[in-house]
């Protein structure tokens, strides 16, 4: 594999392009690898900073004007608006509705009703409801993953 460095004054933040002649297992993992650099988050708990694997979250909420990241066992806030989250979170993170982000490879259960659906989490007590509009896209997603 070759590497090469350009660096160029005029861009405002760094940018890779990799080429490669077919996606290989190598180069798959090296673009994941980079994604999951270029998505760092930082948790907070009060005034202690949390590194935590996005792996790891169940989903993000805005609550009281504040963005909260729920695990199976915490709740930690993140300086990152829920658009802002969008834009930056791997695709595997959906919207289920105005105020939630859901981390899809944590998805347990998925009960439908009348306004939507119910999530449940593995090992958790937590719920996330998914209302009628956000249902198709995710119901399309999950089954996309599975196929």
Not at 18 to 27: D, M, N, R, S, Y
Not at 76 to 95: G, I, Y
């Amino acid at each position: 594999m070759k590497v090469k460095l350009e660096l160029d004054p005029s861009l405002t933040e760094p940018e890779i392009i990799i080429k490669a002649p077919q996606l290989t297992p190598e180069v798959n993992e090296l673009v994941q690898s980079l994604q999951l650099k270029s998505r760092q988050l930082i948790f907070y708990q009060g005034e202690t900073e949390y590194y935590l694997a996005l792996e790891k979250i169940l989903f993000f909420e805005v609550s009281a004007r504040r963005t909260w990241a729920h695990t199976s066992t915490q709740l930690h806030q993140v300086k990152a608006s829920l658009k802002e989250l969008e834009e930056r979170l791997p695709r595997d993170f959906q919207s289920c509705s105005k105020g939630v982000i859901l981390n899809t490879k944590q998805i347990y259960a998925l009960t439908k009703n009348l306004a939507g659906c119910e999530i449940k989490f593995a090992d958790s007590e937590k719920k996330v409801y998914v209302f009628r509009h956000y249902y198709q896209t995710l119901r399309d997603y999950l089954q996309e993953r599975i196929d």
